[in-house]
């Protein structure tokens, strides 16, 4: 009886547990949604300048056809979004329907609802900050599960028939809407401010789902054994770590390997440590760009 008790319990804190995640994720949808509409309308589409995927394609038709950005992204998304419902899932495939209706709405709301005008008529300012923001945006669409459509579906379904890459497909798929872009625009410039501005959604996307950590990834290999430098590393620099016992090439000689997280600020302090220990020491700095499980305690 108590087993079963203990049983349901779990079950239900685990139930709590996935509904307090799926309100977070979908919480990061929507305000992902309302990020990339306001870049969209704020900067890019007043200076026709378009971003990467379906977003770039309706900024392109409604130059073309004097449309609403939100309808023109809703006509070009979900026809894809039905057509690839067996290659994302169900669930993937709801998420994304509620991402792209949410982008619609308030790319329409913004632009024709509140007559939002653009914040800066300055080619720079509005790629750079339409990029950003749209990366944002998106960003925080893919931390909640969710896609923008576009270049993503077309993406699962040409990688599932072909032996192509995604990010080949999506680069491709870029490479085509920035000529567009040329061609409807008449300006080579704004072909080229719309590279800029995908580059800048590119990298704000992976700075939202991997976050920016401030450590640096340490390896040290020494001919000396490297235990005492390891304890003298965690008692000055606060810092725990792993040695590795192995050999060089040659397999003649011991060569340990000490693997440490540092944060940046007590890089060259560790620098030090290690030259005043053995002055023939290497030593490999790598960018850790993403940081999962518990965190190394300071001291």
């Known amino acids: 009886m108590f087993n079963l008790i203990n049983k ?3 079950q239900q804190n685990h139930l709590k547990f996935i509904m307090r995640k799926e ?6 949808i929507t305000i992902g949604c309302a990020f990339l509409a306001f870049g969209v309308v704020g900067f890019l ?78 080619p720079l300012l509005a790629t750079l900050y339409g990029g950003v923001t749209v990366g944002a945006g998106l960003g ?3 931390k909640g599960g969710g896609s923008a459509g ?7 379904i040409v990688t599932s028939k072909t032996t192509l890459k995604t990010g080949t497909v999506i680069l491709i798929l870029d490479a085509i809407v920035v000529a567009a872009a040329g061609f409807v ?19 704000m996307i992976d700075m939202i789902l991997t976050g920016r950590p401030l450590e640096k990834i340490v390896h040290i290999s020494s001919l ?48 030090d440590v290690v030259k005043r220990h053995d002055k023939d020491a290497k030593m490999i700095v790598m960018e850790a760009s993403e940081m999962l499980g518990s965190k190394y305690s300071n001291k």
């Open 150 to 156: 576009g270049g993503t579906i077309i993406a699962r």
């Open 140 to 142: 925080f669409i893919f």
């Open 8 to 10: 349901v319990v779990l």
């Open 185 to 203: 625009f008449h300006s080579i410039e704004l072909a080229l401010w719309s590279m800029i501005s995908i580059y800048a959604t590119s990298k």
């Open 45 to 122: 589409s007043p200076n026709d300048i378009a971003t990467g995927g379906t977003a770039g394609l309706a900024i392109i038709f409604h130059t073309v056809f004097d449309l609403s950005i939100g309808v023109l992204f809703a006509l070009i998304n979900i026809p894809l979004l039905l057509v690839s419902i067996k290659y994302l899932g169900k669930y993937f495939a709801l998420k994304t329907t509620i991402a792209i209706v949410l982008m619609g709405v308030f790319i329409d709301v913004l632009a024709k609802g509140f007559e939002f005008e653009a914040l800066s008529n300055d």
């Open 224 to 271: 000396k054994c490297l235990t005492e430098l390891g304890i003298i590393i965690n008692d000055t620099i606060g810092v725990s770590g792993t040695i590795v016992k192995g050999n060089d090439l040659s397999l003649k000689e011991n060569k340990d390997i000490i693997f440490v997280v540092v944060p940046m600020n007590r890089l060259n302090a560790l620098k």
């Open 23 to 28: 309100v977070l994720n979908y919480f990061f």
